[in-house]
């Protein structure tokens, strides 16, 4: 673990995803980028434990309230001076939202603060702009989560356009693909309804026109580009890694036709991702279709990034 310098402000961020649940302890200051000192996190999978009604049950309240919890006291005993805790999809789409928050609250003290799915595309998008920087133009950028795709397009740091569609990765394989490996016909049906409902966003997809680069981010990203011949992030975050639409079209019918364990032998490909590897890699394929993007960039900064600096960002103001 390293040690915070004079200068810096040891920051505590826990990202409650769809899938993972994240504890990322940085070290940083104003007009730096942050350095990451510790990190602790789990695959809770908080929308498997969706009920019929939308609500998300008990057994899934506790396992998030009990890592929350921990993730508290790890980020004290390690110094965190302050813990910048957040919650994306599966919370804020749960008809027990509140009620979740007010749990997690009372029996940690921790309050999580639950963004938009627009917040989401905008925090994510000043971080890839941070992470290229101004010679970088107009930016598009996309991120696949577990529940949502985030898109956003524009010249500065606050993106001219920031939205989100329920395409996530998790909620696909879950309402498409339960079958393992999946039938043909449902893959069939899921890419037709991610083309119904990219074709549904079209006047707003056609604001993503004319970006200088289009960046993607998150680990469905990052695990498409390394099956497709990326370098892998043992090579380190600064080598340049890029997904290609044809590369990933060439593997869509192979991953089709695999179980999810054989999918999680693949290089790059981890064993909790694996079983929405195929959902993810049919929402990548159709997005940069939509948007006209024959290759994307990947970016090794995301939303936990964003919302690091947005908080230093106020500090330094």
């Known amino acids: 673990m390293e040690v915070a310098t004079g200068d810096d402000v040891r920051l505590g961020v826990l990202d409650v995803g769809s899938n993972t649940v994240h504890l990322l302890v940085v070290d940083a200051h104003h007009g730096a980028a942050p350095r990451s000192a510790y990190s602790y996190?789990?695959?809770?999978?908080?929308?498997?434990?969706?009920?019929?009604?939308?609500?998300?049950?008990?057994?899934?309240?506790?396992?998030?309230?009990?890592?929350?919890?921990?993730?508290?006291?790890?980020?004290?005993?390690?110094?965190?001076?302050?813990?910048?805790?957040?919650?994306?999809?599966?919370?804020?789409?749960?008809?027990?939202?509140?009620?979740?928050?007010?749990?997690?609250?009372?029996?940690?003290?921790?309050?999580?603060?639950?963004?938009?799915?627009?917040?989401?595309?905008?925090?994510?998008?000043?971080?890839?702009?941070?992470?290229?920087?101004?010679?970088?133009?107009?930016?598009?950028?996309?991120?696949?989560?577990?529940?949502?795709?985030?898109?956003?397009?524009?010249?500065?740091?606050?993106?001219?356009?920031?939205?989100?569609?329920?395409?996530?990765?998790?909620?696909?394989?879950?309402?498409?693909?339960?079958?393992?490996?999946?039938?043909?016909?449902?893959?069939?049906?899921?890419?037709?309804?991610?083309?119904?409902?990219?074709?549904?966003?079209?006047?707003?997809l056609d604001v993503t026109g004319d970006a200088s680069h289009v960046v993607g981010t998150s680990k469905t990203f990052k695990q498409l580009a390394r099956l497709t011949g990326a370098a892998p992030s043992s090579a380190g975050p600064y080598v340049q890694r890029q997904l290609r639409r044809d590369a990933l079209a060439e593997w869509i019918p192979r991953l089709g036709k695999m179980t999810a364990k054989e999918r999680g032998d693949l290089p790059g490909i981890s064993v909790g991702r694996a079983p929405q590897l195929l959902a993810g890699a049919i929402v990548a394929e159709l997005v940069m279709a939509a948007v006209d993007a024959e290759t994307l960039e990947i970016c090794p900064w995301a939303l936990r990034e964003g919302v690091i600096l947005r908080r230093l960002d106020w500090m330094g103001g």
């Open 41 to 204: 996190k789990t695959e809770l999978r908080l929308a498997e434990f969706l009920r019929d009604d939308g609500s998300i049950g008990e057994e899934g309240v506790s396992a998030l309230t009990g890592f929350v919890g921990e993730a508290a006291t790890i980020a004290e005993q390690v110094g965190a001076e302050e813990m910048l805790a957040f919650a994306t999809s599966a919370v804020r789409e749960a008809t027990n939202g509140d009620e979740v928050l007010r749990s997690v609250r009372a029996s940690t003290g921790v309050d999580l603060e639950v963004l938009s799915g627009a917040d989401e595309a905008r925090l994510t998008f000043l971080a890839v702009r941070r992470w290229f920087g101004w010679s970088s133009g107009r930016l598009l950028v996309l991120d696949i989560g577990g529940g949502s795709l985030e898109v956003a397009i524009g010249n500065t740091e606050e993106p001219g356009a920031a939205f989100s569609l329920p395409l996530g990765a998790g909620r696909l394989t879950r309402e498409f693909l339960q079958d393992d490996p999946p039938s043909a016909s449902a893959v069939k049906r899921l890419r037709k309804h991610v083309r119904h409902r990219l074709a549904d966003e079209a006047a707003v």
